[in-house]
Nanobody, 115 residues
Framework: QVQLVESGGGLVQAGGSLRLSCAAS????????MGWHRQAPGKQRELVAA???????NYADSVKGQFTISINNARNTVYLQMNSVKPEDTAVYYC?????????WGQGTQVTVSS
């Protein structure tokens, strides 16, 4: 089992920055990648960014050049640096951790961007 705890969400003005963190605990040795998804009201959950334990990254086209995902393997933590945020970035952001068999999810953190 892997437990994930997100932090760093909140209210930010358009054009501002925010950094989300997600700390993993439990059977962390089994994790081979982590990432962030988001879900806006009335929309499906979508991939934002993902990173492997080796550092390979993948981003949604909508956030390329705007968001940066990073991982601190020693602290079992993944980060999402969000720059130049827009009102359309408003959503609940969910952290996930992938093992060979399962995908674990955090409880989500709300990000609200005001115009």
């Amino acid at each position: 089992q892997v437990q994930l705890v997100e932090s760093g969400g909140g209210l930010v003005q358009a054009g501002g920055s925010l950094r989300l963190s997600c700390a993993a605990s439990g059977t962390i040795f089994s994790i081979n990648g982590m990432g962030w998804h988001r879900q806006a009201p009335g929309k499906q959950r979508e991939l934002v960014a993902a990173i492997t334990s080796g550092g390979d990254t993948n981003y949604a086209d909508s956030v390329k050049g705007q968001f940066t995902i990073s991982i601190n393997n020693a602290r079992n933590t993944v980060y999402l640096q969000m720059n130049s945020v827009k009102p359309e970035d408003t959503a609940v952001y969910y952290c996930n951790a992938r093992t060979g068999r399962y995908v674990y999810w955090g409880q989500g953190t709300q990000v609200t961007v005001s115009s």
